[in-house]
């Protein structure tokens, strides 16, 4: 595989990432309440799960997804390091 369509993989991955790593964490923030919110709302405190899972685990998932995303970041800035230093020695 040529290195265009490696970058372009990389490119889609990193993007899925962004978008898991934005929709896990509004459905956190908004959907997965946190115990002192849920009393306010619900008038008492429930847990709250999504797919079998709570707000920890989701978190989890966020967390491990940001690191994979980090990982692409630095493959991706590797892989542009000549741009990069071409456009900066100008």
Do not use: Q
Not at 76 to 85: A, D, K, P, Q, T
Request: overall charge positive; charged content about 15%.
């Amino acid at each position: 595989m040529d290195k265009s369509k490696v970058n372009l993989v990389i490119d889609a991955l990193m993007f899925l990432c962004v978008m898991a790593i934005a929709g896990i964490g509004l459905l956190i923030k908004y959907v997965l309440l946190p115990g002192k919110e849920t009393a306010a709302v619900y008038g008492r405190k429930v847990d709250l799960f999504l797919f079998g899972m709570d707000r920890h685990a989701w978190g989890t998932i966020h967390l491990i997804i940001a690191f994979v995303f980090l990982g692409l970041l630095t493959l991706h800035v590797v892989l542009h390091w000549n741009m990069i230093v071409s456009i900066y020695c100008r």
